[in-house]
Structure formats: C-alpha cells, structure tokens
Nanobody, 122 residues
Framework: QVQLVESGGGLVQAGGSLRLSCAAS????????MAWFRQAPGKERDFVAR????????YYADSVSGRFTISRDNAKKTLYLQMNNLKPEDTAVYYC???????????????WGQGTQVTVSS
C-alpha cells in the first residue's frame, strides 16, 4: 500500500529546469518500482522514467534521456524528477506512480499521485 503526493510543477521557459517531488507513505513502499509518467491534453499517459526503490536502478524514455534524472531519498521517503533543458513538448501533467512490476505501461503501476502541471513556454 502506497500513497503518493506530487509537487513542484509550474511554468518555465524552454531551456529552463524544474524539480518535481513525490512524497510517499506506506509500510511497504520500499519494495516497489516507482516511476514518473506524463500526459498532455488529448494524448495517452506516457512513461518518463522509473527507479527500483530498493536498489536505485533506473530506466528512462528516449525522449528524456540525458535531460531528466530520477532519484529517491529513502530517509525522506521522497521520489524526485530533475528536469533540465525543458522543451515545449515536455508540457504535460506529471504523475508519480508505484507498483510491483518493473514496466513502462500505465497498467504496470497500481498506485498514482494526483498529478502536477508542468508548462514549458517557447
């Protein structure tokens, strides 16, 4: 059982940076894979990055590789997404997710936060 709350979204110009946070709670969350997804208006919710909480092993979508970094702080029970060199196409609602499966599909994750809006202007 995991509860997730995202924060840190906002408006930024292209080339700028934002750091998203996801505060996690629950007795067994450390056993999960955690991930960031994003959903733009009229589009499907797409995978961005994932991390195995216990080991720190990471995986990124090609569209964000080299620009975004996923990390976690076990002591603070918080997941992060550092987003650098942001582009207008990064504009979306960003969601924190957790699940038992180490996948890249929305269905691979059973727990979701409420989402935080990221808007990148040209």
């Amino acid at each position: 059982q995991v509860q997730l709350v995202e924060s840190g979204g906002g408006l930024v110009q292209a080339g700028g940076s934002l750091r998203l946070s996801c505060a996690a709670s629950g007795r067994t969350f450390s056993a999960y894979t955690m991930a960031w997804f994003r959903q733009a208006p009229g589009k499907e919710r797409d995978f961005v990055a994932r991390i195995r909480w216990s080991t720190g092993s990471t995986y990124y979508a090609d569209s964000v590789s080299g620009r975004f970094t996923i990390s976690r702080d076990n002591a603070k029970k918080t997941l992060y997404l550092q987003m650098n060199n942001l582009k207008p196409e990064d504009t979306a609602v960003y969601y924190c997710a957790a699940g038992f499966r180490n996948g890249v599909l929305q269905a691979d994750f059973g727990y979701w936060g409420q989402g935080t809006q990221v808007t990148v202007s040209s």
